[in-house]
C-alpha cells in the first residue's frame, strides 16, 4: 500500500457534502477515507466529521486528550431513550464514579462465577438443536447470549420475555441509526419515535420487574445471588451513595446490550467465517478433540484453547460488533495535521484501521494464527474493544461468553453455510449480518 496522506478529504456534493453517500455506504465510506489518509474531513451539511483510521490518533483521542472529547450526540442524545444516563452515555466524573461502583461485578473472580453459568447455559442451548434442520444461527446466538446474560446478570430465566426482548432492541437500534443521521429528538411526535417509546417501555417493564423483586428480596436478608445485580444493589461509592432503580435500570440496559447483542453478533460472524474456511474449523475441530476428548468445556479449559481464542481474536478483528467509536470536540485539538474545532465529530473507524494494510497484512484475509502471540492483542491498529478509560469493562466478560459458546458448540456441530456469500454487514448500532446467517445444523 502506498503511504496515507496525513489529512484527507473526501468529495462531496453541494450543501449535503458527504451525508447522502454516508447514508448509503457508511462503512464503504469510512474504509475509503481509511485507506487515503490518518484522518480525513467528512461533511455531513452543517457538521463536520473527522474519520480517523489512525491507530495513533486513536489513542489520542480516546486517551492523551480525551477530556477534549465527549460522547458523540448520536450516542449522549439519540441514544438516551434507551439507554439514559448508564456507563455508555455517562461523561467525566458520572461516569468514573459509575464505572467504580460496577468495577466489583467484573473481577477475576466474578468472571470465573460466570463462566461456570456460561458453560452451563451453552451446552443447554446446543442440545435443543435439531440436527439436519436449517437455522438462523445468527437469531441462535442472540437466544444462547440473552439467557445467559439473563442468568449472570439477574439470576433470572428470561425464556418468556427473550422474544419481545429481542425485538425491542433491534426497534430501538434501528431507531438510533435512523434518527442519529438527522439528530431527531425523541420527543417529536414521529412515527419512528412512538415506535422507540413502546419498544423501551416493554424493556423498562422487564428490567423495573427485576430490580423490584430483587430489593423486596434484599429487604428480607436474602444475600449475593452471584449475579451482576447482586453486586449493584449494594455498591456504594465514597459517600455512602448507590444506585437508584432508575440508574440500576440504565446500567442494566447497557450491559444487555453489551453482553447480549454484541456477543451474539461476534459469534455469527465467527460461524459464517467458519463456514468458508473449512481448513480453519478442522484445526478448531482438532483442538477441542484433544483437549476435551467428547465431554463439555469449562472455564477451567479456555488457557488449553488458544485455538479457539485466536478464532475469536480474528472475528474481532474482520467484523468488530462496536466498529465505530464517536466523539465530539468541546475545544480545539490538533490530531495530526488536523485543526479540529469544537462541536465537530471526531469517528474513530475500528473496523477501517482493523482492514487497514498500514498494520495488516493480507487485511482481508481470515488468519486466526496472527493472535497465536497474544501480544498482538495490544498491537497497533486493534482495539475491538475501545480504549482509555472508557474502554469496554466487560471485554473478559464477552469473550469468556463467546469462548465457551464456541468450544461447546463447535465440538458437537458443523454449521454449513445455507445461503450464498459473502454475507453482508448491517451497521447498525452494533455490526449485524444482514438478514442473518443461515446455515445446515450437521451432527459431528
Same mark, same amino acid.
Given at each position: 500500500?502506498?503511504?496515507?496522506?496525513?489529512?484527507?478529504?473526501?468529495?462531496?456534493?453541494?450543501?449535503?457534502?458527504? @451525508?447522502?453517500?454516508?447514508?448509503?455506504?457508511?462503512?464503504?465510506?469510512?474504509?475509503?477515507?481509511?485507506?487515503?489518509?490518518?484522518?480525513?474531513?467528512?461533511?455531513?451539511?452543517?457538521?463536520?466529521?473527522?474519520?480517523?483510521?489512525?491507530?495513533?490518533?486513536?489513542?489520542?483521542?480516546?486517551?492523551?486528550?480525551?477530556?477534549? @472529547?465527549?460522547?458523540?450526540?448520536?450516542?449522549?442524545?439519540?441514544?438516551?431513550?434507551?439507554?439514559?444516563?448508564?456507563?455508555?452515555?455517562?461523561?467525566?466524573?458520572?461516569?468514573?464514579?459509575?464505572?467504580?461502583?460496577?468495577?466489583?461485578?467484573?473481577?477475576?473472580?466474578?468472571?470465573?462465577?460466570?463462566?461456570?453459568?456460561?458453560?452451563?447455559?451453552?451446552?443447554?442451548?446446543?442440545?435443543?438443536?435439531?440436527?439436519?434442520?436449517?437455522?438462523?444461527?445468527?437469531?441462535?446466538?442472540?437466544?444462547?447470549?440473552?439467557?445467559?446474560?439473563?442468568?449472570?446478570?439477574?439470576?433470572?430465566?428470561?425464556?418468556?420475555?427473550?422474544?419481545?426482548?429481542?425485538?425491542?432492541?433491534?426497534?430501538?437500534?434501528?431507531?438510533?441509526?435512523?434518527?442519529?443521521?438527522?439528530?431527531?429528538?425523541?420527543?417529536?411526535?414521529?412515527?419512528?419515535?412512538?415506535?422507540?417509546?413502546?419498544?423501551?417501555?416493554?424493556?423498562?417493564?422487564?428490567?423495573?420487574?427485576?430490580?423490584?423483586?430483587?430489593?423486596?428480596?434484599?429487604?428480607?436478608?436474602?444475600?449475593?445471588?452471584?449475579?451482576?445485580?447482586?453486586?449493584?444493589?449494594?455498591?456504594?461509592?465514597?459517600?455512602?451513595?448507590?444506585?437508584?432503580?432508575?440508574?440500576?435500570?440504565?446500567?442494566?440496559?447497557?450491559?444487555?446490550?453489551?453482553?447480549?447483542?454484541?456477543?451474539?453478533?461476534?459469534?455469527?460472524?465467527?460461524?459464517?467465517?467458519?463456514?468458508?474456511?473449512?481448513?480453519?474449523?478442522?484445526?478448531?475441530?482438532?483442538?477441542?478433540?484433544?483437549?476435551?476428548?467428547?465431554?463439555?468445556?469449562?472455564?477451567?479449559?479456555?488457557?488449553?484453547?488458544?485455538?479457539?481464542?485466536?478464532?475469536?481474536?480474528?472475528?474481532?478483528?474482520?467484523?468488530?460488533?462496536?466498529?465505530?467509536?464517536?466523539?465530539?470536540?468541546?475545544?480545539?485539538?490538533?490530531?495530526?495535521?488536523?485543526?479540529?474545532?469544537?462541536?465537530?465529530?471526531?469517528?474513530?473507524?475500528?473496523?477501517?484501521?482493523?482492514?487497514?494494510?498500514?498494520?495488516?497484512?493480507?487485511?482481508?484475509?481470515?488468519?486466526?494464527?496472527?493472535?497465536?502471540?497474544?501480544?498482538?492483542?495490544?498491537?497497533?491498529?486493534?482495539?475491538?474493544?475501545?480504549?482509555?478509560?472508557?474502554?469496554?469493562?466487560?471485554?473478559? @466478560?464477552?469473550?469468556?461468553?463467546?469462548?465457551?459458546?464456541?468450544?461447546?458448540?463447535?465440538?458437537?456441530?458443523?454449521?454449513?453455510?445455507?445461503?450464498?456469500?459473502?454475507?453482508?454487514?448491517?451497521?447498525?448500532?452494533?455490526?449485524?449480518?444482514?438478514?442473518?446467517?443461515?446455515?445446515?445444523?450437521?451432527?459431528?
Amino acid at each position: 500500500m502506498e503511504m496515507r496522506a496525513a489529512v484527507g478529504k473526501q468529495p462531496g456534493v453541494p450543501l449535503l457534502g458527504n @451525508f447522502l453517500e454516508f447514508r448509503r455506504d457508511r462503512l464503504g465510506l469510512q474504509l475509503r477515507s481509511v485507506m487515503t489518509a490518518d484522518i480525513t474531513r467528512l461533511r455531513m451539511m452543517w457538521r463536520t466529521v473527522w474519520c480517523i483510521g489512525s491507530h495513533e490518533l486513536a489513542q489520542q483521542v480516546l486517551v492523551t486528550d480525551e477530556d477534549c @472529547f465527549i460522547k458523540g450526540p448520536a450516542l449522549s442524545e439519540v441514544a438516551r431513550p434507551l439507554l439514559g444516563n448508564g456507563l455508555l452515555t455517562a461523561e467525566k466524573d458520572q461516569h468514573r464514579r459509575q464505572r467504580k461502583l460496577m468495577a466489583p461485578a467484573f473481577t477475576p473472580k466474578r468472571i470465573a462465577g460466570y463462566g461456570q453459568i456460561m458453560a452451563a447455559r451453552a451446552v443447554v442451548a446446543a442440545q435443543a438443536l435439531r440436527p439436519n434442520s436449517m437455522i438462523d444461527i445468527s437469531s441462535a446466538m442472540m437466544s444462547c447470549t440473552l439467557d445467559i446474560v439473563g442468568r449472570t446478570l439477574f439470576d433470572v430465566d428470561l425464556e418468556g420475555d427473550a422474544r419481545a426482548i429481542a425485538d425491542a432492541l433491534t426497534d430501538a437500534m434501528e431507531y438510533m441509526v435512523e434518527a442519529g443521521m438527522w439528530l431527531l429528538p425523541a420527543s417529536l411526535p414521529l412515527p419512528r419515535n412512538r415506535r422507540l417509546k413502546t419498544s423501551v417501555g416493554r424493556l423498562d417493564e422487564t428490567v423495573l420487574r427485576i430490580i423490584g423483586d430483587r430489593r423486596a428480596a434484599l429487604a428480607t436478608g436474602a444475600g449475593d445471588r452471584g449475579d451482576v445485580l447482586s453486586i449493584l444493589l449494594t455498591a456504594r461509592d465514597d459517600d455512602g451513595g448507590g444506585l437508584t432503580d432508575r440508574q440500576l435500570r440504565d446500567e442494566i440496559m447497557v450491559l444487555m446490550l453489551a453482553g447480549h447483542e454484541t456477543t451474539a453478533n461476534l459469534l455469527a460472524w465467527t460461524w459464517y467465517l467458519l463456514a468458508t474456511h473449512p481448513e480453519i474449523r478442522s484445526k478448531l475441530e482438532a483442538e477441542l478433540d484433544t483437549v476435551l476428548a467428547g465431554r463439555s468445556p469449562t472455564f477451567e479449559d479456555l488457557p488449553r484453547l488458544p485455538y479457539t481464542a485466536q478464532i475469536l481474536d480474528e472475528t474481532l478483528r474482520l467484523y468488530p460488533p462496536a466498529y465505530v467509536i464517536g466523539r465530539m470536540a468541546q475545544r480545539t485539538v490538533q490530531l495530526g495535521g488536523a485543526t479540529v474545532a469544537p462541536g465537530d465529530i471526531v469517528l474513530i473507524s475500528i473496523r477501517g484501521m482493523q482492514r487497514c494494510p498500514v498494520y495488516w497484512d493480507a487485511p482481508e484475509e481470515f488468519r486466526p494464527e496472527r493472535f497465536a502471540d497474544k501480544k498482538a492483542r495490544t498491537a497497533p491498529g486493534y482495539m475491538p474493544f475501545g480504549g482509555g478509560p472508557r474502554v469496554c469493562i466487560g471485554n473478559h @466478560f464477552a469473550l469468556v461468553e463467546a469462548q465457551l459458546i464456541l468450544a461447546s458448540w463447535a465440538q458437537r456441530f458443523r454449521f454449513r453455510l445455507a445461503q450464498p456469500a459473502p454475507v453482508e454487514p448491517e451497521p447498525l448500532v452494533t455490526l449485524r449480518p444482514r438478514g442473518g446467517v443461515w446455515v445446515e445444523v450437521e451432527p459431528r
